[in-house]
């Protein structure tokens, strides 16, 4: 198993946990609230994300920025 299939079997089930945040988020509303920020390894998986050629991980990117502009819809998040 190369390193880059070891880092996504590893990233795969805490992007899935945040992208059932954000349905939640939307189906309750609490998406249209206001953001807190934690910063810490954050910011550099989420840009890891916007690089990734895996689209699963490349649509967390997608859906976080709808996510935190509000715009986000339950039909746009993409679950393996």
Excluded: H
Excluded at 20 to 33: C, F, I, L, N, S
Excluded at 43 to 64: G, K, M
């Amino acid at each position: 198993m190369g390193k880059r299939a070891v880092e996504d079997a590893y990233k795969e089930p805490s992007v899935t946990v945040v992208k059932r945040y954000y349905k939640a988020g939307v189906e309750t509303g609490y998406m249209d609230g206001f953001n807190v920020y934690y910063i810490g390894r954050g910011p550099i998986e989420v840009q890891a994300c916007l690089a990734s050629e895996t689209p699963y991980f490349r649509s967390f990117y997608d859906e976080t920025y709808k996510f935190l502009k509000k715009t986000l819809r339950v039909d746009d998040i993409i679950f393996q």
